[in-house]
């Protein structure tokens, strides 16, 4: 059985999240998507209980793919749109922040609305690139008014470090989670995120747990990797910051090992660990075909020991944690991961 995890009152998702950000248009650096096998995945995940999608008004032609799916629930399906929750963001681009205001928000909330076909946003979660830019606490003030409109059901952020988070939370902003990348590799929510959100019952959700697919197998023994997505690149200047390559396929090995006593994958005992840690929600695992969609029920087949958290605990100790607080290096001028951001595509 799926995990279901309660988000806020009367709502609740699937512990494991399915990703949709793999599936945008420029993701891929080489192949193309084939949509009925998108669309496949999208039924079997559901009838599987993993009913919990995240998209993003940003990741282009992810809300219309989920509209579609919704259309197709009410068509031939035991399962009704009513059973799937579409997590979405609002990721006002950063050229326009200065600019941002109530009717600009609402036209990209009902936009959403009407990609998605839905008559309510399930979750919205909040971004602001540029904190230097005043109004970011107004502006999860105006998806509050739309929330006591009945436009969104939930409100969230994603990508906001603990200083920006609690203003937002002190301005009486009903927060209900906070998605912030969070791996083996990039552990930046331990040092004072995960702490905050849990004081406040704010739960983490979790993205970049398999690191775009580097936590697998079929990685072990490998000199180096020639780059196939955007989720490559971001994952490799991490890994590149924090263990580097000769650890990162010495922590291949551990998990490999700790894999192997539970009859499961890498990927499986990665996304089990980042579950296990307190004050996380859920995990958020990309999509890409149908192929993944057996794997992923494998996740809640096995528990991780003590022993076993404790082994990874224990070698993730000997290496630094990335500077700063999550997604601070990815809002520093100059970063490298900074660099590979596209902060300029509501409006494209």
């Known amino acids: 059985m799926v995990e279901r995890f309660e988000l806020?009152?009367?709502?609740?998702?699937?512990?494991?999240?399915?990703?949709?950000?793999?599936?945008?248009?420029?993701?891929?650096?080489?192949?193309?998507?084939?949509?009925?096998?998108?669309?496949?995945?999208?039924?079997?995940?559901?009838?599987?209980?993993?009913?919990?999608?995240?998209?993003?008004?940003?990741?282009?032609?992810?809300?219309?793919?989920?509209?579609?799916?919704?259309?197709?629930?009410?068509?031939?399906?035991?399962?009704?749109?009513?059973?799937?929750?579409?997590?979405?963001?609002?990721?006002?681009?950063?050229?326009?922040?200065?600019?941002?205001?109530?009717?600009?928000?609402?036209?990209?909330?009902?936009?959403?609305?009407?990609?998605?076909?839905?008559?309510?946003?399930?979750?919205?979660?909040?971004?602001?690139?540029?904190?230097?830019?005043?109004?970011?606490?107004?502006?999860?003030?105006?998806?509050?008014?739309?929330?006591?409109?009945?436009?969104?059901?939930?409100?969230?952020?994603?990508?906001?470090?603990?200083?920006?988070?609690?203003?937002?939370?002190?301005?009486?902003?009903?927060?209900?989670?906070?998605?912030?990348?969070?791996?083996v590799f990039d552990r930046r929510p331990e040092k004072e995120l995960l702490d905050y959100c849990k004081s406040k019952g704010i739960s983490l959700l979790c993205y970049g747990t398999l690191s775009g697919g580097l936590l697998s197998e079929k990685w072990i023994g490998k000199t180096s990797i020639q780059p196939e997505t955007r989720s490559h690149v971001k994952y490799l200047q991490v890994i590149e910051e924090t263990l580097g390559w000769d650890s990162y396929q010495e922590l291949l090995l551990l998990l490999q090992r700790i894999a192997k006593k539970h009859s499961v994958s890498i990927a499986h005992v990665a996304t089990k660990y980042i579950l296990s840690q307190q004050g996380v929600g859920a995990t958020i695992i990309g999509v890409r075909n149908s192929s993944h969609v057996e794997s992923n029920a494998h996740i809640f087949s096995f528990e991780l020991d003590r022993s076993d958290i404790e082994e990874i605990n224990q070698f993730l100790d000997n290496y630094p944690i990335l500077e700063g607080e999550p997604f601070e290096l990815e809002r520093t001028d100059g970063s490298k991961f900074r660099n590979i951001m596209k902060m300029n595509l509501n409006e494209e």
């Not at 609002?90 to 200065?98: E, K, T």
């Not at 970011?136 to 969104?152: D, F, P, Q, R, V």
Request: charged share 25%; net charge negative.
């Open 8 to 183: 806020a009152k009367d709502y609740t998702i699937s512990r494991v999240i399915n990703g949709c950000w793999q599936l945008s248009e420029g993701h891929s650096l080489e192949t193309n998507l084939d949509k009925q096998d998108i669309m496949k995945a999208f039924h079997m995940l559901v009838e599987k209980g993993f009913t919990t999608f995240d998209c993003a008004d940003i990741y282009t032609g992810t809300e219309e793919l989920l509209g579609e799916f919704s259309k197709q629930l009410k068509h031939g399906s035991t399962i009704s749109p009513n059973d799937i929750q579409i997590h979405t963001k609002y990721v006002p681009d950063i050229n326009l922040l200065s600019d941002v205001d109530f009717t600009y928000t609402e036209k990209i909330i009902d936009r959403s609305l009407k990609r998605q076909n839905r008559d309510v946003l399930d979750l919205v979660q909040f971004h602001w690139w540029d904190y230097d830019v005043p109004g970011c606490i107004e502006t999860a003030g105006y998806l509050n008014k739309l929330k006591e409109k009945g436009k969104i059901r939930n409100i969230a952020v994603t990508n906001f470090d603990t200083k920006h988070l609690r203003e937002i939370v002190d301005a009486g902003i009903p927060i209900v989670s906070c998605q912030n990348q969070y791996s």
